[in-house]
């Protein structure tokens, strides 16, 4: 289990000698993994603990929110990744107008060295922070030489001759390519959430569905996608076609995520339930009447099948 610590305020720190990586760590992709590693390689060699320190809310949200990105996991995804990333303590700062305005060597001497009591400190290449973003990986290694923590600087993941960011994670979603998304995050994209009633109907056509209501923000573009679903926090994934869109073929209306669990029979109202997207097998359409849908819902259900042909990833409750 992880630990997950508020720092509302500063505070006596609380762990054995700390390594603490800095950063939103929103999907936690291979280049925060790169970055979780090695605080995770250091708290070893010192006897010490790992701890990710991440902001809530997005920072972007305080300084500029009507740029601010939409977020590709919750707190509660984030923390259950991290755990399996052999992190232990998960320290999250409330992003305010004071902590926006600090300036490096305040946020340093505060967060860092009095509420976390860091013995390390590690950070990505392109790291900035404090007021204005005026603090890089210099100004940290001058602190750290003067409030007696060191600095480690880890070099970004490139994948496909590109740094791994979380804004390349939400294009790819965006265009509905789920296996680039994954090859970012190190894992399928994954959304959950809680199955409330939907309108039955795909009940009555011989293909009952779980209705989502999703807590992320960050969803695939509209279309089918073979996933692994996680019903009822359930450790076991089970192959499901998921369909993000309108329904056009019944009249349309507001986006919705409707999954078809393949090998699964029972209910599921109030549960809460986790979708993983392996690919997307085609695009929304309207159809030209209910047999065209259900024909078609059954070729998406044999394309699902072999595209999810192998074992389920790692069950996203493991370490909540």
């Known amino acids: 289990m992880m630990e997950v610590v ?14 603490v990586a800095v950063g939103n760590f929103d999907g936690v992709h291979r ?11 250091a708290a070893a060699a010192s006897g010490g603990t790992a ?5 809530d ?13 939409s977020a590709l996991m919750t707190l509660g995804q984030k923390s259950a990744t991290l755990v399996r990333l052999g992190v232990p303590v998960m320290a999250v700062l409330p992003f305010t107008p004071d902590v926006a305005g600090a300036s490096p060597e305040d946020f340093a001497a505060r967060v860092l060295h009095r509420a976390l009591g860091a013995d390390t400190v590690v950070v990505g ?19 750290g030489e003067s409030l007696g923590f060191r600095v480690v600087e880890v070099a970004p993941v490139v994948v496909d001759g590109e740094r791994v960011s979380s804004s390349r994670i939400r294009e790819a979603l965006a265009r509905g390519d789920a296996g680039a998304a994954a090859a970012l995050l190190g894992r399928p994209h994954c959304i959950e959430g809680r199955v409330v009633p939907g309108d039955g109907r795909g009940r009555t056509i011989g293909v009952p569905t779980a209705n989502l209501e999703p807590a992320n923000e960050t969803l695939p573009a509209l279309g089918v996608y073979a996933a692994w679903c996680w019903p009822g926090r359930a450790r076991a994934g089970t192959p499901a076609v998921v369909n993000i869109g309108r329904r056009p073929t019944f009249g349309g209306g507001a986006v919705s995520v409707e999954a078809h669990l393949l090998d699964f029979a029972g209910h599921l109202y109030g549960e809460a339930m986790s979708l ?8 929304e359409r309207m159809f030209p009447g209910v047999d065209a849908l259900v024909a078609q819902i059954h070729e998406d259900i044999r394309a699902a099948r072999h595209a999810l042909a192998g074992a389920p990833p790692a069950s996203p409750w493991d370490g909540l």
Not at 6 to 19: I, N, T, V, Y
Not at 51 to 55: G, N, R
Request: aromatic content about 8%; charged content about 20%; cysteine-free.
């Open 276 to 283: 993983s997207f392996v690919s997307r097998l085609r695009e």
């Open 57 to 69: 809310p997005h920072p972007a949200r305080v300084i500029a929110p009507e740029a601010a990105p």
């Open 51 to 55: 701890v990710v320190l991440t902001f």
């Open 125 to 143: 290449t392109n790291f900035r922070f404090g007021r204005g973003r005026a603090g890089d990986v210099g100004t940290l290694r001058r602190q």
């Open 6 to 19: 508020r720092l509302e305020a500063a505070s006596a720190p609380r762990w054995p000698r700390p390594s």
């Open 31 to 41: 280049g925060h993994q790169a970055l979780v590693g090695s605080a995770v390689t």
